[in-house]
Structure formats: structure tokens, C-alpha cells
């Protein structure tokens, strides 16, 4: 007999589209405008090989590795995505509970349909973190860094690459709008998005609520290195990770301002079409790095390969969330898991097949990496003057 489980994650995102409502699964699979960065992302790995060695033992082989100072038995994580009741009523809760059977970090977004309070229960020794969105009424965003805190989440994850949202020409041409019996649970009292029995009888939307609801609206687009990092630091003690860097300069100032980590990412080519597919622009931000600050990545995830090659070259940790999306589309926390497994089982075997018995042997010597294939240059002006043309990077 043969079996219809999906056996890899474009298995599991085929049969998630035949389940799920159209609007939603275009929210989910959208990219900005023409989608050529969402498309990069994931194409961009066919473009380096592997180097594999042979003859090494590798009977035993281990994945575990530390990630913040913290143990963990992968390096695979679940990025944070929006409204996950859009693909199944269990939404982040089914997520965390997956998360957790599998000892995965997971990042919950602000925009979460399920509380921070009913996400993290679900713990079974794995981290979560906390991501978050800077609003011009900074209150709102304290309240929530503080609440995180107190709830046990171990990082705040601080979005830095939507200062307005990206036009998502599917979302438009769908006149996307997230179903009115989802509410934002992080926006919400706690006593009530918490109650036993569910909402109270009457429980109307809240002033916050309403304002979380607006989405990109209330953005913050004062932001700034200077305005944003400092502020945080001030509110909490948990580590900074800052999510949307994909250059040089942005890690150097990470590193100034102290931020504890970086993740390279361009938010799954929803924002800024035409930035460069995260995994090219990962080097330039292991570099720039050093032994300052940990660099961790997310972008176009497909196969347990595309994880190695972001470890070779220098990921400490790997993030992605719409395979898990699909996952829990398909089949709940069992569909989740399934995700989490089939990428998890991959890596190991890429391990194997090319001799690689830890995370810690995992270097750039095991991937041929593309010639130049992008330039960049700047204008500057010489001592009289003169306008020119000066190169100041290749990758």
C-alpha cells in the first residue's frame, strides 16, 4: 500500500493548499509585489554545493549545539508567523506543542491568535522568544515586553525591517481580511484571552486590541538604532536579537548598541522585493560578526540541505515557519511535528552523507559557494571634487 503521509515539506505544502481557505493561504504564501525576493530565497541554495568527505564514522552523530548560552538539541526553530488559527483552530498552541515535543526554540509574534500565556504553557524544557513590533505609543510595546518577561520568555525579537508593511499584491487582489472571531490574544487582558471557559460572554474588543488589529498602522517610523535598542535595554534584562539584518554595517551597529544576536532575514520576502535571498547575504553578516555576536538565520527553507549550507556558512541557528505552517494546515501539532521531523531527519542525513558528525564540524570547507554574482558600489568624490565610482563589495 502506498502511503499518502507527504514525505518532504513541498509534499506537505500541497496538501496544506487543498485544505485551507484561499485568502489564508495567500496571506501565508505571499511575497511583495512581484515576488522575486520570496522566489530567491528559496532557489538560491541550488546555487552552492556540497563538499562531502568520506570514510569518517558517523554511526553516531549529534545535533545538538547552544544557542544563547543555552543548550538545545537542534538548531532548527520556528520563526514567528501571524494568526496561525488561519490554518488550524489549535493556531500556535498546536505550533507550541509541536515546538516542544520536538525541543525546538520557538518565536511567537506579537500577532499571535493565541496568548503568550497559552503558548508557553505548553513548554517542555525548549526557549521560546518573544518577537516583537516597536509602536509610536511605546506603552503598548512595553506592556508586552514586560509580559513576555514575566511569562518566561527568554529573548525579545525585535523586527526591524517593516516600517510600513510591504505590499503584498496577492493579499490585495484578494481584499484579505483575518476572520472576525480571531482575536489578538497579546493585545487583550489576560484575564480574559486567559479564562477557562473561554471568552466571557460580551467580551468586546479592547481599545488595545482594536489598536493591534491595525497591524502595520501604528508603526513606529522614527525608529532607529539610536531610539529602539537603548529604550529595550532599559525595559528588560532578557537578551536582544535583532530580525531583518542582511548587511555588514547593520551586524557592526547590532554589535555597538549590544544587541545579543542577529537574524538574517528578509521576513520570507514579504517586505522589500528585491533584497537580496538571505542565504547570499549570510556571509557578509558572519563576517562582519566575528566572535561579537551570534548570527542565526531564517529564509526559503525547503530541505534539511538548505539547513546545513546555512550552518556552513556560519548560521547558528536555523528559523523558518511557513514548512510548519503547512504542516499544521495538514494534520494540527501532529502536521507540525511531521514539518519539524522531515527537516530535522534530512539534516541528519546530509550530516552523514557528508561526514560531518556534530554542529560544531559544520563549516564553510563543506559548501562550494557561487562566483561573484553581485556587485556594489558607491559614490564617492576625490580630492578636487570629482564624482566616482568606488567598489565596496562583491559577493
Not at 495538514?330 to 558528525?357: C, P, S, V
Amino acid at each position: 500500500m502506498v502511503s499518502s503521509e507527504p514525505a518532504c515539506i513541498s509534499d506537505l505544502e500541497k496538501a496544506a493548499e487543498k485544505v485551507m481557505q484561499s485568502g489564508a493561504w495567500g496571506y501565508y504564501d505571499s511575497g511583495a509585489n512581484n515576488e522575486q525576493t520570496k522566489y530567491d530565497n528559496v532557489s538560491a541554495y541550488d546555487q552552492y554545493r556540497l563538499h562531502p568527505r568520506m570514510l569518517r564514522d558517523v554511526s553516531q552523530i549529534s545535533t545538538e549545539t547552544t544557542i544563547l548560552g543555552e543548550k538545545v538539541r537542534t538548531p532548527l526553530g520556528i520563526a514567528p508567523c501571524a494568526l496561525q488559527k488561519l490554518a488550524h483552530p489549535q493556531g500556535e498552541q498546536a505550533m507550541s506543542a509541536a515546538a516542544a515535543e520536538h525541543g525546538s526554540i520557538m518565536i511567537l509574534s506579537t500577532y499571535s491568535t493565541t496568548s503568550m500565556e497559552k503558548v508557553i504553557a505548553q513548554a517542555d524544557g525548549n526557549s521560546y522568544w518573544m518577537q516583537l513590533y516597536v509602536y509610536e505609543n511605546r506603552e503598548v510595546s512595553e506592556q508586552l515586553v514586560r509580559r513576555a518577561e514575566a511569562n518566561g520568555f527568554k529573548a525579545i525579537v525585535v523586527t526591524v525591517d517593516a516600517p510600513v508593511l510591504g505590499r503584498r499584491l496577492v493579499d490585495v487582489r484578494n481584499r484579505f481580511i483575518p476572520l472576525p472571531h480571531l482575536r489578538l490574544e497579546n493585545f487583550m487582558d489576560p484575564a480574559i484571552a486567559n479564562a477557562p471557559g473561554g471568552y466571557p460572554p460580551g467580551a468586546e474588543y479592547s481599545e488595545q486590541e482594536t489598536f493591534g488589529a491595525t497591524f502595520g498602522a501604528n508603526g513606529d517610523q522614527s525608529l532607529s538604532w539610536e531610539n529602539c535598542i537603548p529604550w529595550l535595554k532599559s525595559i528588560t534584562s532578557l537578551p536582544i536579537i535583532v530580525k531583518g539584518v542582511l548587511t555588514a554595517e547593520d551586524t557592526a551597529l547590532a554589535i555597538k548598541y549590544g544587541c545579543a544576536a542577529v537574524i538574517v532575514s528578509n521576513h520570507g520576502g514579504r517586505q522589500l522585493d528585491g533584497a537580496l535571498a538571505t542565504i547570499d547575504a549570510l556571509p557578509q553578516v558572519v563576517e562582519a560578526a566575528g566572535d561579537d555576536i551570534e548570527v542565526y538565520f531564517d529564509g526559503g527553507v525547503r530541505r534539511g540541505s538548505d539547513i546545513f549550507k546555512a550552518l556552513a556558512l556560519g548560521a547558528r541557528a536555523v528559523f523558518f515557519a511557513r514548512p510548519v505552517l503547512w504542516g499544521l494546515a495538514y494534520d494540527g501539532q501532529q502536521g507540525a511535528k511531521l514539518a519539524l521531523d522531515l527537516l530535522q531527519n534530512e539534516l541528519e542525513l546530509t550530516m552523514m552523507l557528508t561526514g560531518t558528525r556534530s554542529i560544531a564540524e559544520i563549516d564553510e570547507s563543506y559548501v562550494y559557494q557561487p562566483v561573484q554574482r553581485w556587485v556594489r558600489y558607491e559614490s564617492t568624490k576625490d580630492a578636487q571634487g570629482k564624482k566616482q565610482r568606488k567598489l565596496v563589495a562583491k559577493i
